[in-house]
Structure formats: C-alpha cells, structure tokens
T-cell receptor, first 114, second 116 residues
Framework: DAGVIQSPRHEVTEMGQEVTLRCKPISGHNSLFWYRQTMMRGLELLIYFNNNVPIDDSGMPEDRFSAKMPNASFSTLKIQPSEPRDSAVYFC????????????FGSGTRLTVV | GNSVTQMEGPVTLSEEAFLTINCTYTATGYPSLFWYVQYPGEGLQLLLKATKADDKGSNKGFEATYRKETTSFHLEKGSVQVSDSAVYFCALEKGAGGGSNYKLTFGKGTLLTVNP
C-alpha cells in the first residue's frame, strides 16, 4: 500500500499563474478530501468527494478554486489565478466506506505564491 | 453541529514527563473519536481511535479513553520523548443520515515540544 500520493511536494509560482495539485487516493477508498493548512487558519476542509461525486464544497474559498475527481484513482485541485494569500500546505486524504476507520493523509503540497 | 475543543498549546515538557492533552466534543449520538499526530513537514497520521463508549485506544505509549458521560477523549502518555514533539489533533467522525457521507471534524491542534 503506497498510501495517499500527492504531487508536487513543493510548488513555487508567480501571482496570476494557474496551479494544479494532484492526488492519488488509496485503492479501494471511496471518499477523498482536500484540506488547506496555514498558521493563521489551521486545518480547513475545502471539498470532499464520495464515489467521485462532490458532496460538500462549502469550504472552497472562492471561484478561483476548483476540484475534480474524474475517476476513483485521481483528483485535482486547481487555483486560477493564484494569489499570495493562497500560500499554504494543501493536503489530500482518503477514507474507506466503513465507519470508524479514519482518514489517511498524503504528505501534502507546499504552495508558495510570490 | 459537531465540534471538538482541545486545549490550546503550546505545551512544553521535559523528557520523561507525563502528558495530558484535553479534548472534549459536542455531537449527538455516538461518534467515533480519533487522535492524529503531525510531525514537522509531514501530513497527519492516525495515532489512535475509539469507536464506542468506554473503549480505550492506544498506540506508541499513548492512550485515550472514550468517555460518553463527560464527552471527552483526553490523550495521555506516561513518559514523553523528544521524538514525540509534534502537533496533536483530536477529531470526531459522525455520519449524516444512514449513508456513507460522514466526515471528520478536527480540533485546532495542540503543539507539543519535548525538551531533552
């Protein structure tokens, strides 16, 4: 089991550029979550999917953010255009369908927008 | 709605000291409870869990008991090590209806620093 795989690990981009973060969940897990972590706001849930369908995107900060899950083994979080205040660590997590198992988190993508 | 309140840090201890990080929750019914740990530069890792009242979760010397009567899930360790320095998150999992649309609600995290 390779765990939840995120790429890239680090991303530095200029303000106004498009950024795409990628996530491969654990095989067999049917729910996927995108989180953002900053010192100021802590850990924030942005969006989550159940069986590839977005269930709750109320945490997505604004229209510049979008997330897709075209199949059970891949998800993307896109920011277009990026802004310095988007600088954070973005985590992806996945979870199996059975209750009480908790989430498995990826190692995160550290995004810096300059 | 569901919520988790954990003690604010930072917590600074000397090696071999006793650790308690308090966690209380608000939720209807019987949520599952978790402690996650985040080491510097890494993602969150599941440390331990309990899925019903009076269950005790344990791992790596850490323990927490699911107390329904006090709605608490305090994390304890008898003798901390420098390598335990990390951020600790308490969380609850509660379902919405009878389906699988349940998710974790996290506390704000407690930074623990253990000095040699």
């Amino acid at each position: 089991d390779a765990g939840v795989i995120q790429s890239p690990r680090h991303e530095v981009t200029e303000m106004g550029q498009e950024v795409t973060l990628r996530c491969k969940p654990i095989s067999g897990h049917n729910s996927l979550f995108w989180y953002r972590q900053t010192m100021m706001r802590g850990l924030e849930l942005l969006i989550y999917f159940n069986n590839n369908v977005p269930i709750d995107d109320s945490g997505m900060p604004e229209d510049r953010f979008s997330a897709k899950m075209p199949n059970a083994s891949f998800s993307t979080l896109k920011i277009q255009p990026s802004e310095p205040r988007d600088s954070a660590v973005y985590f992806c997590a996945s979870r199996p369908s059975s209750r009480g198992r908790g989430y498995t988190f990826g190692s995160g993508t550290r995004l810096t927008v300059v | 709605g569901n919520s988790v309140t954990q003690m604010e840090g930072p917590v600074t201890l000397s090696e071999e000291a006793f650790l308690t990080i308090n966690c209380t929750y608000t939720a209807t019914g019987y949520p599952s409870l978790f402690w996650y740990v985040q080491y510097p530069g890494e993602g969150l890792q599941l440390l331990l869990k309990a899925t019903k009242a009076d269950d005790k979760g344990s791992n790596k010397g850490f323990e927490a008991t699911y107390r329904k009567e006090t709605t608490s899930f305090h994390l304890e360790k008898g003798s901390v090590q420098v390598s335990d320095s990390a951020v600790y998150f308490c969380a609850l999992e509660k379902g919405a209806g009878g389906g699988s649309n349940y998710k974790l609600t996290f506390g704000k995290g407690t930074l623990l620093t253990v000095n040699p």
